[in-house]
């Protein structure tokens, strides 16, 4: 029993001992946990009381390849306070309607909108953020951009020490007087003034919502910037959350949704206006909207600033003196170094204070690319296995759909057995659609992103008419595709961005394309980039459709082009490009409301003459040589249009040229010449499907393409006739 005793009073201090040592371990970690927290949050927590204090932001410059400036962003903060009884009651329910619906019934933290955009971002749904007016207002004016925990948790303490200090009304005043709408304009009054030349005072309810909607994206959301329509949307956006939330009725909604706003004209001095806010918008998405309009960054561009004053006056040129005739208000160019891929000019429109259009910037835009979409579905070709020499049957055909799909040449008539080379210089259509039917549109939809498209999504939604351009595409992303071929197959994305530094000098980042010209992603064999560039460069090539002089042809320069034009002729375009020296022109030109240009205005009649004048002045004084032949193609002489090897005694029908064929795929069969052949009495040519009587066998030259059509080479043929449009 004595000896019991003493093992549990033993225990007992040891266990006494215990729980000292480990209370002693948890006060050390509380001690250095508290001096972790103040050291890394505490010690530097700005004051709510700095909120009404005043700020001095430093100005964003932005530069050209060789050191003009193009543009200040906020050399001067536009900012002036207006009390909160002096702004309209919807300017502030628009604001807290769109930004934060229960501003005054929650704390600092939303919980309730946190995890609602928690769902939304697991579900891809577009909902309010989780962020209240008191945390955007600190973030904004008292804190770093800095996407870290640790300045996340500074927000979340300032924002409870902001809502301590002030009361709800005074916390949105200062949230209307301080958040950026973009531009030079901080604050509700500067915001009013800026877009709609009046005091916040005198905004109607349509201004107030469209004003409410900025701060989120205010490059993206401008009425200034290279797409005016997402404004609307937003506008309407804020509109139908004052609705849902009981701010206005039915009537005002639908009133002010009607409401045409009408802005003040830009009058900062701006040089390249649609590349300077195409690069604004790249800037905002990498380090935010505060550091770009506050943080004091140079940014050097690609652009060259003399290039691009040239291809602005050449485009304006060409579509003022076309303009009546065709119908043509409109025309945008895009230059390239597909090596590196840096913009060396961008002109958005024929002038970015045009009425109306003018600073949309059409090389961005949605739009229809037409025959100029060919080269990926012939590239994709070579990749199967066919070849520059491959015929097709280019005649009257109609492809199964419902209704049948029955596509017409841009010439309305049909050429017989054409080759591939000569299908797509002359761009005839039947033959490429054949060639997508070949590929498969899942096939070259992956093509076509590898190469650059953006655009193309949902493989059901498109039909064969897709490698004629009625998807829609940008032309940033048609810069890129081109640039591929130009580059033996290696992707190089777009770079319009060669430095950025900071307000204390430090380099945020560099651009250093290595020396070598070939790096990026091989997403195409450097055989089928070599063969198409070969296609694309043959001037005889497209002698049917565009004749032996054509805008395409450069003399004494070895440069591919390639036109397309949409049905109704609402868009045409001309992009092609060298590859040593290495550029890329594209060119569009039409209209911004779709409507349709004169038939005049055909891709070598209204783009091309703009690329050729821009191809020629960038060639000027430069010697343009083709692309050395890869190890992974040979020539062979072959007939056309058989693309069969040249027999020892061709037939007449046989005429010999030279093709470039991958290695694996070039012919080895001669060509049989005339052979014997069931033919029509009548007509003296091949039959009718499945016609079996009123036939006769007779010697002729028959040619089958990949998709089992023939077209008998030596027979009579009747005047082409060229299938209504449907």
Same mark, same amino acid.
């Given at each position: 029993m ?11 201090k ?5 729980l ?31 909120l ?8 964003t410059?932005?530069?050209d390849?060789n ?9 001067n ?6 009390? +909160?009884?002096?702004i ?10 769109i930004?934060d619906?229960?501003f005054? @019934? ?14 939304a ?12 007016l008191?945390?955007? *207002?600190?973030?904004?004016?008292? *804190? ?13 303490i ?6 301590a200090?002030?009361?709800k009304?005074?916390? *949105?005043?200062?949230y209307l007087?301080?958040i ?9 009054e ?9 005091? !916040? ?17 205010p490059?993206?959301?401008?009425p200034?910037g ?8 937003r506008?309407?956006?804020v ?5 849902s939330?009981?701010y =206005?009725?039915?009537q005002?909604?639908t009133?002010?949704?009607?409401e045409?706003l ?5 009058s ?7 590349f ?8 905002e ?17 690609s652009?060259? *600033?003399?290039?691009?004053n040239?291809?602005?006056?050449t485009?304006?040129?060409? =579509? ?25 000019a ?9 009425p ?19 080269? =990926?579905?012939?590239s994709l ?5 066919y ?10 055909t ?6 049948p ?9 049909w ?6 080379r000569?299908?797509?210089g ?11 039917k070949?590929?498969?549109?899942p096939?070259? +939809? ?13 493989p059901?939604?498109y ?16 810069a890129?595709?081109?640039g591929?071929l ?11 961005i060669l430095?950025v530094?900071?307000s @204390? ?13 070939i ?8 055989g089928?980039s070599?063969i ?6 043959d ?7 565009f004749?032996?002089?054509?805008s ?13 034009? @949409? ?15 290495a ?14 240009m004169?038939s005049i205005?055909?891709?070598? @009649? ?7 004048s ?11 040589v083709?692309p050395?032949?890869?190890d992974? !193609?040979?020539?062979k ?19 010999s040229r030279y ?7 070039a ?7 005339q052979?014997?052949v ?5 007509t ?8 079996t009587?009123n ?8 040619i089958?393409?990949p ?18 449009t449907p």
């Amino acid at each position: 029993m004595v000896k019991k005793t003493l093992i549990t009073k033993l225990v007992n201090k040891k266990t006494k001992r215990f729980l000292k040592l480990r209370w002693l371990l948890v006060l050390i970690v509380i001690i250095v946990g508290a001096g972790l927290f103040y050291q890394y949050i505490l010690h530097d927590l700005p004051s709510p009381s700095e909120l009404s204090s005043t700020s001095y932001p430093q100005s964003t410059q932005i530069f050209d390849r060789n050191g003009k400036l193009l543009y200040t962003i906020y050399a001067n903060r536009n900012q002036s306070f207006v009390p +909160l009884s002096q702004i309209p009651s919807y300017m502030q329910e628009a604001t807290i309607a769109i930004e934060d619906r229960y501003f005054y @019934t929650h704390g600092a933290i939303d919980f309730t909108g946190i995890a609602r955009a928690m769902l939304a971002d697991l579900s891809h749904q577009n909902l309010q953020g989780g962020s209240t007016l008191t945390q955007q *207002l600190v973030k904004n004016s008292l *804190l770093t951009p800095d996407r870290t925990i640790q300045r996340k948790v500074k927000e979340v303490i300032l924002a409870f020490l902001t809502e301590a200090v002030y009361p709800k009304n005074k916390i *949105l005043e200062m949230y209307l007087n301080q958040i950026p709408y973009g531009g030079t304009a901080y604050g509700v009054e500067a915001a009013s003034q800026t877009y709609f030349g009046k005091n !916040v005072q005198n905004l109607d309810l349509a201004q107030a919502a469209f004003l409410a909607g900025l701060p989120q994206a205010p490059s993206e959301y401008s009425p200034y910037g290279s797409d005016p329509t997402l404004g609307k949307q937003r506008q309407v956006e804020v509109l139908n959350a004052m609705y849902s939330q009981k701010y =206005i009725n039915k009537q005002q909604l639908t009133q002010a949704e009607n409401e045409q706003l009408k802005f003040k004209k830009i009058s900062d001095n701006i040089l390249a206006p649609h590349f300077v806010f195409y690069i604004k918008n790249l800037l905002e998405q990498k380090y935010g909207v505060q550091t770009v309009e506050q943080g004091g960054l140079k940014v050097v561009t690609s652009l060259d *600033l003399d290039l691009q004053n040239y291809a602005q006056a050449t485009v304006a040129a060409e =579509i003022n003196r076309i303009m009546i005739p065709d119908h043509v208000t409109n025309g945008a160019a895009l230059i390239t170094d597909p090596n590196t891929g840096e913009i060396l000019a961008m002109v958005g429109s024929i002038g970015y204070s045009t009425p109306g259009y003018g600073n949309v910037n059409m090389t961005t835009a949605l739009l229809q690319p037409g025959s100029s979409i060919k080269p =990926i579905t012939y590239s994709l070709g070579l990749t199967k296995g066919y070849t520059a020499a491959t015929p097709f049957i280019d005649d009257a055909t109609c492809f199964p759909g419902n209704p049948p799909y029955c596509p017409h040449n841009y010439d309305n008539k049909w050429h017989g057995a054409v080759q591939m080379r000569y299908a797509l210089g002359n761009s005839f259509n039947i033959p490429a659609i054949k060639m997508l039917k070949l590929d498969t549109i899942p096939d070259f +939809l992956a093509t076509a992103s590898a190469l650059g498209i953006t655009t193309f999504n949902d493989p059901s939604i498109y039909g064969l008419s897709l490698t004629l351009g009625s998807a829609e595409v940008k032309m940033t992303d048609m810069a890129t595709v081109y640039g591929v071929l130009a580059n033996q197959g290696y992707r190089i994305n777009l770079h319009p961005i060669l430095k950025v530094t900071d307000s @204390t000098g430090k380099v945020l980042e560099q651009y250093n394309p290595p020396s070598s010209p070939i790096f990026g992603t091989h997403v195409l064999p450097s055989g089928v980039s070599y063969i198409m560039t070969q296609m694309l460069m043959d001037n005889s090539a497209r002698y049917i459709d565009f004749g032996s002089d054509s805008s395409l042809l450069i003399p004494g320069q070895a440069v591919a082009a390639k036109t397309g034009t @949409t049905n109704s002729f609402r868009d045409n375009w001309t992009i092609g490009y060298t590859t040593s020296p290495a550029y890329v022109v594209a060119v569009w030109v039409g209209n911004n409301n779709h409507t349709p240009m004169s038939s005049i205005a055909s891709g070598i @009649t209204g783009a091309a003459p703009i690329w050729h004048s821009l191809m020629s002045h960038l060639l000027d004084g430069k010697k343009a040589v083709p692309p050395a032949m890869p190890d992974n !193609v040979i020539g062979k002489i072959i007939c056309n249009p058989s693309g069969l090897l040249v027999p020892a005694h061709p037939d007449p029908t046989c005429s010999s040229r030279y093709e470039y064929f991958l290695k694996g795929t070039a012919p080895t069969q001669t060509d049989p010449g005339q052979q014997n052949v069931w033919v029509d009495k009548t007509t003296q040519d091949l039959p009718a499907q499945g016609q079996t009587n009123n036939l006769e066998l007779k010697p002729h030259v028959v040619i089958t393409d990949p998709t089992g059509d023939k077209y008998c080479l030596d027979c009579p043929h009747p005047s082409p006739t060229p299938t209504p449009t449907p």
